[in-house]
């Protein structure tokens, strides 16, 4: 018996998920009315249980209601409560929003914010109303929303190839994952179209248009399955932490580990959404991981940009993004796996053989124990940028050739004292030279150089190019082998050092910050360290704001950064929902700064800003860790010193 009852006790990953649940019971609760497509009755099913719950007593308030124009959805707003929306003017138009902070002001028991992937207007606190809605929940408001299928992001590219239509708007999966409740409104395909050719689902022209590019019967039967199989493993998910909480007996097998490469591509952002797919479906935690080369000094804007979207949309769908340097991406890769106990590896699957082939062959062969997936992430026709072909500047080939001409000289001078395998080895020294510090380039140049002066002027005939024995032109071509794998190997190293000193420096500098806030004695000599190394790491102005009576206050601040009620405001706002805000992120995303919250434990006890001189070369995800690493570090030592004043 005693034994029994040890099966039935919960394991602590169950009873910290359930601690966790019972936290967030100050939360506000999401319910969300989900649909295949457009017309099902998301809307009117909404206004009907809102109807419902006013019948019962219960505060509720319209935040946002699209009708669409239709009579029979509008009439049931009769009666309810309406917050007035925003009026935001945009290019000649008018564009109505919720007015989140009206609402948050209101404070109703349950609040009716339609639409959960619009896209806010320029100008609005959010870029997207899902994020207007979490700070509803955070406040303690009930949300009752409407989704369709097509604008969960993980599943945008399985939209594409069903609908051959690119959905812009799209939400999180987690936004799915962390609802109270989700109400399914389902509709046949034939009683969907039935009401498209009555006019209930679009008006005028715009019906015809609908059913002929998106509204065909294999379209529709496309997303009623994946609208069921998304909240079929909605409820599947629940009944697993029900399960685990109540320790019902189950197969519970170990917990997988999904790791992504990532690269600096067109196909980048698919590969990732396949990734969540995998990893939702497997249940299993999963890396987002990126390899910065040399080459990645050398990535041209795109590029940059095709990476540093596709590590944010990592993040935004939960996984944990490693960035590391290094210059052989497969022994990286397939080391970080063993040692942090991966058991899948995602990769895209290689759209010619060759080089790529080969990359694919060593990491079977460096993860045998490892599940290898290759994912097609080739869903539409994108143009890739042409490959540069980076070469060393005219001053290196210059200084190559000038080294080769000396040496050339001096051993001229010594033809009489040396024999012509010395003399050979003697023009050899400028091509190691040249490629250790020239590049690869100037090293070949002047290679085919040394050869050239060494056949006219110490091989028989004397100065010609004649050669009277054959034997020399297989001396020739080893010569040029050589040269070519001694400044491959040179390059090799020169890149490995570049990062290494890179990698060192940076780490050296978070150490010295650490090591100096740990002997900060007082606040103001912990904003002036936090000041300092945070301008020796980057290039940007930066600010610390601290709490001062009922507001924040700028306590510390670079003579660049110039703070506006705009920033305060910002700042004020990072500081009540604990979240980053300002530039690269969703929330303010016109402000020129990135806001951190500085937190210690479970208390915030700053706001870090930051400016960078260029953003969008400088803004890197790497860069945003490092920056959460320092704010984190500040908080530590302000929290050290307000201990000590106790």
């Not at 950064?561 to 300002?582: I, Y």
């Amino acid at each position: 018996m005693p034994e029994e009852k040890e099966y039935q006790r919960p394991s602590p990953e169950a009873l910290l998920k359930l601690a966790k649940s019972e936290e967030e019971k100050e939360r506000g609760r999401l319910t969300i009315y989900f649909g295949a497509a457009p017309g099902v009755g998301k809307t009117y099913a909404m206004l009907l249980d809102a109807r419902q719950r006013k019948k019962e007593g219960i505060d509720v308030v319209v935040g946002y209601v699209e009708t669409h124009g239709r009579p029979e959805t509008a009439a049931l707003l009769e009666g309810l409560e309406i917050v007035p929306s925003l009026v935001i003017g945009f290019k000649g138009m008018e564009l109505q929003e919720a007015d989140l902070a009206g609402i948050i002001a209101r404070k109703p028991k349950i609040a009716l914010v339609d639409e959960l992937a619009h896209t806010d207007a320029p100008g609005l606190r959010h870029e997207k109303r899902y994020q207007d809605i979490e700070e509803m929940l955070n406040a303690g408001i009930d949300v009752y929303t409407t989704l369709n299928v097509q604008h969960l992001e993980s599943l945008n590219d399985i939209i594409y190839k069903i609908t051959n239509v690119r959905v812009k708007e799209t939400v999180p999966d987690s936004v799915l994952e962390k609802a109270y409740e989700i109400e399914l409104i389902d509709l046949p395909p034939e009683a969907l179209l039935k009401r498209l050719r009555e006019g209930k689902v679009y008006l005028g022209d715009l019906a015809g248009l609908a059913a002929r590019e998106f509204f065909r019967p294999g379209n529709l039967l496309a997303l009623r399955q994946l609208a069921l199989r998304a909240v079929a493993g909605s409820v599947d998910e629940r009944m697993r932490d029900y399960m685990q909480a109540h320790a019902i007996a189950g197969p519970w097998p170990a917990k997988e580990r999904v790791l992504v490469g990532v690269f600096a591509s067109p196909y980048a952002e698919t590969l990732i959404r396949s990734s969540s797919r995998l990893a939702t479906d497997l249940d299993a935690e999963w890396v987002a991981f990126y390899l910065e080369t040399e080459r990645h000094k050398r990535l041209s804007d795109q590029e940059l940009k095709w990476l540093n979207n596709a590590l944010i949309l990592a993040k935004k769908l939960g996984a944990r993004v490693v960035w590391l340097k290094g210059n052989d991406l497969t022994e990286e890769m397939a080391s970080y796996a063993r040692n942090n106990n991966v058991t899948k590896i995602v990769i895209g699957k290689p759209r010619r053989f060759g080089l790529a082939h080969d990359l694919l062959r060593k990491i079977l062969k460096l993860t045998p124990d490892i599940d290898i997936y290759l994912i097609d992430a080739r869903t539409e026709s994108k143009i890739e940028p042409k490959k540069r072909i980076y070469s060393s500047g005219p001053l290196n080939y210059a200084a190559s050739l000038l080294a080769v001409g000396i040496i050339a000289l001096v051993a001229f001078l010594l033809r009489n004292v040396l024999n012509q395998v010395n003399l050979l080895f003697f023009l050899l020294l400028p091509v190691v030279l040249s490629a250790i510090y020239l590049g690869r380039g100037p090293s070949i140049a002047s290679a085919i150089v040394s050869i050239a002066v060494f056949d006219y002027l110490f091989v028989r005939p004397y100065f010609t190019f004649n050669v009277h024995d054959m034997e020399y032109f297989v001396s020739f071509i080893i010569y040029i082998v050589v040269v070519v794998i001694i400044s491959n190997l040179a390059l090799r190293v020169r890149e490995e050092v570049a990062l290494l000193k890179e990698s060192e420096s940076r780490n050296t500098a978070l150490y010295e910050l650490s090591r100096e806030l740990v002997t900060a004695r007082n606040v103001e000599q912990v904003l002036s360290v936090l000041i300092r190394h945070i301008t020796e790491i980057f290039p940007a102005e930066v600010s610390v704001f601290l709490p001062s009576g009922e507001g924040l206050d700028a306590k510390a601040i670079t003579m660049g950064f110039e703070v506006t009620p705009s920033d305060l405001g910002v700042a004020s706002w990072v500081w009540a929902n604990r979240q980053a805000a300002g530039w690269g992120t969703g929330t303010f995303p016109g402000t020129r700064a990135l806001y951190l919250p500085m937190i210690a434990a479970d208390s915030i006890k700053g706001v870090l800003g930051v400016e960078f001189n260029k953003p969008e070369k400088e803004m890197s995800p790497e860069s945003q860790v490092v920056l959460e690493t320092v704010a984190g570090l500040g908080a530590m030592a302000l929290e050290r010193i307000e201990l000590a004043c106790l």
